[in-house]
Every structure is written in structure tokens, then in C-alpha cells.
């Protein structure tokens, strides 16, 4: 199992970002995926989640009308578009596969991470 994130960088508050996050090794279709961010010193938060098969999206208050999150299950690929990026938003984020249904074992996978860094 592999998830493998991508994009991170620093960036001028304002800027936009697209993070991605190619897997393989599972079945992408039947997960719900998941991008969360830990910042220095803070718990890992969850940041934006997308059901498998609805494709139901939920965003932290914190990201909402800022952050969009997409998948491709032809691809095995997720990304978190972020727009109006915030100070705030530095952390280092994290690509999250989960089935809850799935065998103990099986039910979360996690990438390495990308740093995103916005700074001035």
C-alpha cells in the first residue's frame, strides 16, 4: 500500500495550492479519503474528507470556501485544492484513506505528509 502526497511548498498568504495524493496497492473506490494537517506543536486535525462512491464532502470550518477536495477513482488520486491560503494553514498535510467497514488491518492507510509553509 502506497499513498504518495505531492504539491506541498511555500507560498505568499493569498497564493493557491493543489495537493496530491496517488495511491495503489487498495481499493481507492472503496475508501473514503481523507487530507488532515498537523502543525508544529498541534494535534492532527482533519481538514477535508470525500465519501467513496457519493462523494460526499465535508471541510473544518476553518478551510470552508477556501479548500476543495477531488477524487479520481480511475486515477487512485485525491487532491485538496487550496485557495486564499492563510498563515494559519502552514502544517504539514496529510493524505488519509479510511474504511471503517474494512478489517481492522485494512482500514487506514497514510501517506509520508507534504509541508506547506505560507508565509510573507
Known amino acids: 500500500v502506497q499513498l504518495v502526497e505531492s504539491g506541498g511548498g511555500l507560498v505568499h498568504p493569498g497564493a493557491s495550492l493543489t495537493l496530491s495524493c496517488t495511491t495503489s496497492?487498495?481499493?481507492?473506490?472503496?475508501?473514503?479519503m481523507n487530507w488532515y494537517r498537523q502543525a508544529s506543536g498541534k494535534e492532527r486535525e482533519l481538514v477535508a474528507s470525500?465519501?467513496?462512491?457519493?462523494?460526499?464532502?465535508n471541510y473544518a470550518d476553518s478551510v470552508k470556501g477556501r479548500f476543495t477536495i477531488t477524487r479520481d477513482d480511475f486515477k487512485s488520486t485525491v487532491w485538496l485544492q487550496m485557495n486564499s491560503l492563510k498563515p494559519e494553514d502552514t502544517a504539514v498535510y496529510y493524505c488519509?484513506?479510511?474504511?471503517?467497514?474494512?478489517?481492522?488491518?485494512?482500514?487506514?492507510?497514510w501517506g509520508q505528509g507534504t509541508q506547506v509553509t505560507v508565509s510573507s
Open positions: 488519509n484513506a479510511h474504511a471503517p467497514r474494512a478489517p481492522v488491518s485494512q482500514q487506514n492507510y
Open positions: 496497492g487498495f481499493t481507492f473506490s472503496n475508501y473514503n
Open positions: 470525500i465519501s467513496y462512491f457519493l462523494e460526499t464532502k
